[in-house]
């Protein structure tokens, strides 16, 4: 389900049980921008089917706001061109090599690529991981970018933190 928080900003409910962050959709006059791409495709077209019931554009850009597969997986299912950083894109290069099989998923959790509450929540949200598809982005910046949604602001920022060393933000100035 989509709240609406501001009279141009959105966002939607998180899920636990299969690690579904919440995603954002920025409306401008212009443009509207989709804040992650979720961690599924069917979690993308849940986002997609929200924003049609609520009577909101299809999104124009998606802005990836770091690498976990929670904010990307979604990526592959969504036609509309895609931002992320250069350290997001970086990652979202090497997990596109990822293989799905049972072993290649035990052997990334004991180097301690990937964690366990992750890979069970993958496995809850797919049925079948082998079907995972990670699609890297289309524009990629390195620490800031500005988008004109037609009037309305969003500046991208990268910023350092303990979550990802790959985070950014969507500032919106006015």
Request: glycine share 4%; aromatic share 8%.
């Amino acid at each position: 389900m989509l709240h609406q928080i501001t009279p141009n900003i959105y966002i939607s409910d998180n899920e636990e049980l299969n690690d579904r962050p919440r995603l954002g959709y920025i409306k401008g006059p212009k443009y509207a921008i989709m804040i992650d791409a979720g961690n599924s495709p069917a979690h993308a077209q849940l986002f997609l089917d929200e924003l049609k019931k609520m009577d909101l554009k299809t999104p124009d850009f998606v802005v990836l706001t770091h690498w976990h597969w929670d904010h990307v997986y979604g990526l592959c299912h969504l036609d509309i061109p895609s931002i992320c950083s250069a350290k997001t894109q970086a990652k979202l290069m090497e997990m596109r090599n990822w293989q799905w099989d049972p072993i290649s998923m035990q052997a990334r959790l004991i180097r301690g690529e990937d964690i366990e509450f992750c890979d069970s929540c993958i496995k809850v949200e797919y049925e079948d991981p082998k079907t995972i598809q990670v699609k890297t982005a289309d524009i990629i910046f390195d620490t800031f970018l500005n988008i004109d949604l037609g009037g309305l602001t969003c500046l991208v920022l990268r910023v350092d933190n303990d979550h990802a060393q790959d985070s950014s933000i969507v500032f919106i100035p006015e």
